[in-house]
């Protein structure tokens, strides 16, 4: 299936891992990155303005994304985390879907599916990337977030804030 499939968030969560086999483990390399001690002017929040799903594979990317654009500002000059877990079990069934499939397969068509990758369900207004940076490297900051909500499948906005 496409990623869109899994952007809206459908029925219960599955999340309980320990009655699960065969779950792909997740993509996310780190969770925090640059100085997480350091003391910063300016926080900035990357928040998603609509409810859904937001694919493991699709917050690492992101990460990828923004951490491109902080990295020469200096690992001590920024600190960036990915905020939500991915922590819902994402199902898939494998039909053929060509013509002329209905030789080869028939029935289950709602079956239950086995597990593909993992999401984290967000609801309005959560964060999803939080950087921190000093007054001059702000403009930074915003591109690396703006490049970051590219690769979500919710529309996301960034929110700046001071600190003091």
Do not use: W
Not at 28 to 35: A, D, E, P, R, S
Not at 50 to 59: D, F, P, S, V, Y
Not at 155 to 161: A, F, L, N, S, T
Request: aromatic share 6%.
């Amino acid at each position: 299936m496409k990623a869109r499939n899994f952007r809206e968030i459908k029925g219960m969560a599955y999340t309980r891992r320990k009655y699960m086999r065969g779950i792909p483990g997740s993509k996310i390399v780190k969770f925090t990155m640059g100085n997480p001690n350091g003391e910063f002017s300016h926080t900035l929040e990357l928040v998603n303005l609509k409810e859904g799903q937001i694919r493991h594979n699709a917050l690492e990317s992101g990460r990828i994304a923004a951490n491109r654009v902080l990295e020469p500002l200096g690992r001590e000059n920024f600190f960036l985390k990915i905020v939500p877990y991915p922590h819902i079990v994402l199902r898939e069934h494998k039909r053929i879907n060509v013509a002329q499939a209905d030789r080869f397969q028939e029935g289950m068509k709602k079956a239950y599916g086995k597990p593909v990758g993992t999401a984290a369900a967000l609801k309005r207004g959560k964060t999803i990337l939080l950087a921190k940076v000093d007054e001059e490297n702000l403009n930074a900051a915003k591109e690396a977030l703006k490049r970051a909500s590219a690769k979500f499948p919710i529309p996301c906005r960034v929110i700046v804030k001071t600190n003091n």
